[in-house]
C-alpha cells in the first residue's frame, strides 16, 4: 500500500463506507469505521437536533479520537470512512457558542494526539442524490434527516476542503459512479488514489464520459 494512512470523507449518503471497505481489501489495509452505530445519542438527534446536539458530538469526539488512538499500536496501513480533523464541521453547524466553545477545547486536545492521515479522499455529490441513496440503504433513524440541514452540511465540506491543505488530496464527484456495484468504477478510482503523489486533484467521471 503506498499510503500508510487513507481517510475516505463526505456528507452522509455519499459512499464513505463502501468505497473504504472495497479499498481496505484492496490494498490488504485495515478497515476503521466511523462510530455512528456506536452513538446513542444519534437518532434523538435526528428526531430532535437542539435538544441533543452536544451529546451526540462530545460521544463522536470522544470515540473517534479512542478509535484512533488505538491503530497507534499497529504498524498496519490504514484506510477509515472518516476524517477525525473534520469533526468540527458538525459541531459549528449545531452546537450554541457555549457549547461549540466547551467542545472546541476538548477538539483541539484531542486533534494533537491521534495519527494523521497521508492521503484524503473527498467524495461529494447533489443533495438530491444523497436523499435517494440515504433511501435506498433505508436506515430508519436516517430518513428523519432534514433537507435543510443536508444541504447546509454539504455546503460546509464543500467550505472546508476547499481550503484544505494538511494532506494530498483527491474531490471525487461522486454522482454518477457506483462505487457498491461497479467494477469499472472503483478500478479506476483505485488507480488514480494509487498514482497520487502531493497536491489537490479531481476525479469527474461525468465529464470524463463525454
Known amino acids: 500500500m503506498k499510503h500508510n494512512f487513507i481517510a475516505i470523507e463526505g456528507p452522509i449518503g455519499v459512499g464513505k463506507t463502501t468505497l473504504a471497505?472495497?479499498?481496505?481489501?484492496?490494498?490488504?489495509a485495515d478497515f476503521l469505521s466511523d462510530t455512528e452505530a456506536e452513538n446513542p445519542y444519534l437518532e434523538k438527534f435526528y428526531k430532535s437536533p437542539r435538544n441533543h446536539a452536544l451529546h451526540t458530538q462530545l460521544h463522536f469526539l470522544l470515540t473517534r479520537s479512542q478509535l484512533l488512538k488505538q491503530t497507534m499500536l499497529s504498524d498496519r496501513p490504514l484506510v477509515?470512512?472518516?476524517l477525525f480533523a473534520k469533526d468540527r464541521l458538525f459541531a459549528e453547524l449545531t452546537l450554541d457558542d457555549t457549547e461549540l466553545w466547551m467542545y472546541n477545547q476538548l477538539f483541539d486536545?484531542?486533534?494533537r494526539v491521534g495519527p494523521k492521515p497521508d492521503l484524503v479522499v473527498y467524495l461529494q455529490a447533489p443533495v438530491e442524490i444523497l436523499i435517494k441513496r440515504i433511501e435506498k440503504r433505508g436506515l430508519?433513524?436516517?430518513?428523519?434527516?432534514?433537507?435543510?440541514?443536508?444541504q447546509s452540511l454539504a455546503d460546509s465540506y464543500e467550505s472546508y476542503f476547499h481550503n484544505y491543505t494538511d494532506t494530498p488530496l483527491l474531490v471525487i464527484n461522486a454522482s454518477e459512479i457506483n462505487l457498491a456495484d461497479s467494477e469499472t468504477d472503483y478500478q479506476s478510482l483505485l488507480q488514480h488514489i494509487?498514482?497520487?503523489?502531493?497536491?489537490?486533484?479531481?476525479?469527474n467521471p461525468i465529464a470524463e464520459s463525454l
Do not use: M, P, T
Not at 471497505?21 to 490488504?28: Q, T
Not at 430508519?140 to 443536508?150: A, H, K, P, T, W
Open 109 to 111: 486536545a484531542e486533534l
Open 21 to 28: 471497505v472495497r479499498l481496505a481489501k484492496s490494498l490488504e
Open 194 to 203: 494509487q498514482e497520487i503523489k502531493a497536491g489537490r486533484h479531481f476525479l
Open 140 to 150: 430508519r433513524f436516517e430518513q428523519r434527516v432534514d433537507s435543510r440541514y443536508l
Open 80 to 82: 477509515s470512512d472518516f
